[in-house]
């Protein structure tokens, strides 16, 4: 499950983007948007920057999904009390080419434990980058 989102085209500034995708992906003409804010930026183990907006749809609009979508569906903000946290444990060890033979003990792997959000709602898992913008909107409401 995911927001609607993508990368930025030449010349386009990230609330600019958030419309065409949404218009791509859901088919919501940007007419119908009104930007009520945004909330702060998370960047992805990639690096790359995600810039989530808060917006209201001004009626009348309907939803189309695009080829890229597979289902929409609607969740509402009291949905968000749902939330939960799990933990998530990562290893991280040295790729095969790094000079391992100097490492004191040959060995370097370290383990982390970070909570993630993520919510149960009618039948479907929201977690990941999606749960932790809705954790943050949950913050402001």
Do not use: D, Q
């Not at 995911?2 to 983007?17: Q, S, T």
């Not at 309907?62 to 969740?75: D, I, K, Q, S, Y």
């Not at 060995?107 to 149960?120: A, E, M, Q």
């Amino acid at each position: 499950m995911g927001l609607p989102g993508g990368r930025l085209e030449e010349g386009e500034g990230a609330w600019e983007a958030a419309l065409r995708e949404l218009e791509e992906e859901l088919g919501i003409v940007p007419a119908r948007v009104r930007r009520l804010g945004a909330l702060p930026v998370f960047e992805r183990a990639r690096g790359e920057l995600v810039y989530p907006f808060v917006a209201r749809l001004e009626p009348p609009f309907r939803v189309t999904p695009g080829a890229e979508v597979a289902e929409a569906f609607w969740l509402p903000l009291e949905a968000l009390r749902g939330l939960r946290y799990a933990e998530i444990r990562e290893v991280s060890r040295l790729a095969g080419r790094f000079p391992k033979r100097h490492l004191p003990g040959g060995v370097w792997r370290r383990r982390l434990r970070r909570p993630t959000p993520y919510l149960l709602h009618e039948g479907r898992l929201v977690w990941g980058l999606t749960a932790e913008i809705l954790a943050a909107l949950a913050t402001f409401l």
